[in-house]
């Protein structure tokens, strides 16, 4: 039996929803980084586009693995910078509390994705759960004023990225 028979119709979708997220919040983070060029955030919305990258990258095997359609790259990357549009206008506090529920609820998906996974062991699906954690620590960290070390979680898992 070959990986595409045995996995769920739910995991694929899920996993293409993780890795099409990806593109779509690399796009998004690279543009609002471009919307806020020369102020301090920039630096940091660059930040979170590498780790998007990274975890996009990270998901590709698994895809292949498990012969799942990711979709259309290009097409979810103009939906990142669509919401990035959308977005600019805000201020960085009001961006900042937006983005946080949106992490909450993809955190649910990405547990439940490890969940079903045929491997609930697979460090890309583990990294993944970590990834969205660092961003919601991140977001929370920046909206107490503890903007110092609000990109350490996310650095933290760009080097496990980069490790594996």
Request: aromatic content about 8%; hydrophobic content about 40%; glycine content about 8%.
């Amino acid at each position: 039996m070959s990986n595409s028979e045995s996995v769920a119709p739910e995991f694929a979708r899920l996993l293409a929803w993780a890795y099409r997220g990806e593109l779509s919040g690399e796009s998004m983070f690279d543009a609002l980084a471009d919307a806020w060029a020369g102020e301090p955030r920039e630096g940091k919305l660059r930040t979170l586009s590498e780790l998007e990258r990274g975890m996009a990258a990270a998901l590709l095997p698994l895809l292949k693995e498990w012969t799942v359609d990711g979709g259309d790259d290009e097409r979810s990357r103009q939906s990142g910078r669509d919401n990035a549009i959308g977005l600019a206008g805000n201020s960085w506090e009001s961006f900042l509390r937006m983005f946080g529920p949106a992490t909450a609820e993809a955190l649910e998906k990405y547990h439940l994705l490890r969940r079903m996974s045929p491997d609930q062991e697979d460090i890309t699906l583990k990294l993944l759960i970590a990834h969205e954690e660092a961003l919601l620590a991140f977001a929370e960290a920046e909206l107490t004023g503890d903007d110092s070390y609000s990109l350490d979680p996310i650095r933290n898992v760009l080097t496990r990225l980069s490790a594996d």
